[in-house]
């Protein structure tokens, strides 16, 4: 995720100059997905494995530490873990959202991205008013998250190629 919230700074930087409002706001964005992204390692690094010990050992706190360990689990898309990615994720669609229109004016390949940049954003919305309105299964909601964030990865594929006719156009 760090790597994909670089190449949206890259894009983020193509846009500053003629939308500069609009480029903070979608910087803001994913400097906090990235936040969103990196808690729940965080958790697995450090509270997981001391949680694990707790448990293990019987100790004072292990009945806390096992209540908790549930409620980490990456197998529920309920759980906190999971649920720190979706805000990441749902940051991207809002981020997506705002980059439609500054891209549409760039290269093709730039338009391609506004393209997938703005379907990801809806369908992410759409996904997100399904799972609130009980529409989307809870063993349903990965796959829909998954299939729809392959339009993120065909987006990066077009800023590459508006990047590569940026460059190429600076020398």
């Known amino acids: 995720m760090l790597t994909l919230s670089a190449v949206f700074a890259g894009a983020i930087w193509q846009i500053s100059n003629n939308y500069p409002l609009r480029a903070i706001i979608a910087g803001v964005l994913v400097l906090i997905s990235v936040v969103a992204f990196i ?21 004072g706190g292990s009945d806390i530490a096992e209540q908790l360990l549930n409620l980490l689990s990456i197998s529920l898309p309920f759980s906190l873990f999971t649920s720190f990615d979706y805000l990441g994720f749902w940051l991207y669609a809002i981020f997506s959202l705002l980059l439609v229109r500054p891209l549409y004016h760039l290269t093709l390949s730039a338009r391609i991205t506004a393209f997938c940049f703005g379907a990801y954003g809806l369908l ?5 008013v399904g799972v609130l309105a009980g529409a989307v299964a809870q063993a349903e909601i990965g796959v829909y998250a998954e299939a729809i964030g392959g339009l993120l990865f065909v987006g990066v594929i077009g800023l590459a190629f508006h990047f590569k006719g940026t460059m190429s156009s600076e020398v």
């Open 39 to 59: 808690i729940p390692k965080f958790i697995a690094v450090w509270s997981i494995p001391l949680m694990v010990e707790a448990v293990s050992a019987e100790s």
């Open 124 to 128: 992410f919305h759409v996904l997100l």
